[in-house]
């Protein structure tokens, strides 16, 4: 079975772009999960998305947006790119919901780089 | 607020050492703990999962161990190996209505040849 893809691997942009990540989550999971993870603050949560819905949101500005397919393939947007949102994103999926408690997998992550 | 805390933030063991890393997390009200892995620059690897009721789970060299009571984790690693190498990250994925897993800053490994 395939992993968690995600798509780029790497992006370079510069402040006051926008961007959006792909990510795929393994055959058969509905929940993805998205964190970003800086040297500073470490791994955050961004948002959760189980069946095209947001259930979760982490404690991140409306800049940070996020949206599910009917696949459940996943894309995060990041509007009005600021040079403190440099970092390696990093998305997750599990069968089901977070709540019920099955074991998250993640991608290799998108580096993104904001000159 | 939910708060995980590892400790140390650094390690470095000669090969064939036994060793323990600590996690410990300020809110009982979990429904599991997983322990990960991350080389350089890629994205996490699992190697654990505990659920709330349980107390151990044990993969190979690995035994992670769950207090929940007393806010503690451990993440034993048996007969080191310099493959082991990684940051080690534990997080705990938080019950009441806002389900997340909140990440340690993890423990940096170095197995020495």
């Known amino acids: 079975k395939a992993g968690v893809t995600q798509t780029p691997r790497y992006l370079i942009k510069t402040r006051g772009q926008q961007v959006t990540l792909s990510c795929s989550p393994i055959?058969?999971?509905?929940?993805v999960s998205w964190y970003q993870q800086t040297p500073g603050q470490g791994l955050q949560f961004l948002f959760e998305?189980?069946?095209?819905?947001?259930?979760n949101k982490g404690n991140f500005p409306g800049r940070f947006s996020g949206r599910q397919f009917s696949n459940s393939r996943s894309e995060m947007n990041v509007s009005t790119l600021e040079l403190g949102d440099s970092a390696l994103y990093l998305c997750?999926?599990?069968?089901?919901?977070?709540?019920?408690?099955?074991?998250?997998?993640f991608g290799p992550g998108t580096r993104l780089t904001v000159t | 607020k939910q708060e995980v805390t590892q400790i140390p933030a650094a390690l470095s063991v000669p090969e064939g050492e036994n060793l323990v890393l600590n996690c410990s997390f300020t809110?009982?009200?979990?429904?599991?703990l997983q322990w990960f892995r991350q080389d350089p620059g890629k994205g996490l690897t699992s190697l654990l999962l505990i659920q709330s009721s349980q107390r151990e789970q044990t993969s190979g060299r690995l035994n992670a161990s769950l207090d929940k009571s007393s806010g503690r984790s451990t993440l034993y690693i048996a007969a080191s190996q310099p493959g082991d190498s990684a940051t080690y990250l534990c997080a705990v994925l938080t019950q009441g209505g806002s389900e997340k897993l909140v990440f340690g800053k993890g423990t940096k490994l170095t197995v020495n040849p």
């Open positions: 055959s058969g999971h509905r929940s």
């Open positions: 809110d009982s009200a979990i429904y599991n």
């Open positions: 998305y189980f069946s095209e819905t947001q259930r």
């Open positions: 997750a999926s599990s069968p089901t919901l977070l709540a019920g408690s099955y074991e998250q997998y």
